[in-house]
């Protein structure tokens, strides 16, 4: 199922949300000036190795911010900024800009310390937005539950739209991220989706401008 709208209007406009896109993109441009050992060397510089980390927290601590303006692929940085833009504009609408990229940096970090956790001898670099994008989405689920997602589904090449109540797919694709996790599906970091998801759904309220309070559809 992947998500093609949201209807939840904003009061202003989400100028954190794009500045962010443009960035990743940006970075994303640079990839492609290289070759594939500058790319790998890239990633292992500024993307977060849990074996590295662990051996030597300080010296690595940047590689929790840089390795989340990284991306693997055209595949990994469309999805993951579509996803920041269906679902990051309300979110930053509702925390406010300066607080909205503060927890959007902070779930990064809290995405690759929970995949950096469970699996602490990889050697494999952990690049991409995804983590602090599963961050907004555990707010958004926390913030907007009804709100309506419109949602497509490919039924034999052909696109069927419907909508869903944001409580209804953020936790279908939270669900899958546990399953897929469990799996031990090689390639994806399912448990920092599930570290940034769980670290957006109850941390959000202490960005809330006024104060710890929940905010429903």
Do not use: C
Not at 53 to 78: D, N, V
Not at 93 to 101: A, P, V
Not at 158 to 178: D, R, S, T
């Amino acid at each position: 199922m992947f998500p093609v709208a949201d209807l939840n209007r904003t009061r202003r406009p989400a100028i954190m949300v794009k500045y962010l896109v443009a960035a990743n993109v940006l970075v994303f441009l640079y990839e492609l000036t290289l070759s594939e050992p500058q790319l790998r060397e890239l990633f292992y510089a500024y993307g977060f190795v849990p074996k590295l980390f662990w051996q030597a927290p300080l010296e690595r601590a940047y590689t929790l911010l840089t390795s989340m303006f990284l991306h693997g692929g055209l595949a990994h940085i469309l999805g993951n900024m579509w996803f920041l833009w269906v679902f990051g504009d309300n979110v930053e609408d509702r925390l406010g800009s300066g607080r909205f990229l503060l927890f959007y940096l902070l779930g990064g970090v809290a995405a690759a310390l929970a995949q950096g956790l469970v699996d602490p001898g990889s050697t494999q670099p952990m690049v991409g937005a995804s983590g602090a994008i599963s961050a907004v989405l555990g707010a958004y689920y926390k913030l907007f539950p009804g709100a309506p997602v419109l949602t497509m589904v490919l039924l034999v090449f052909y696109p069927v739209f419907f909508y869903l109540p944001a409580w209804f797919y953020l936790g279908y694709w939270a669900f899958l991220q546990f399953i897929e996790a469990l799996m031990g599906i090689p390639g994806i970091a399912f448990w920092a989706h599930l570290g940034g998801f769980l670290y957006g759904v109850f941390a959000v309220r202490w960005f809330l401008p006024t104060g710890p309070r929940w905010v429903r559809w």
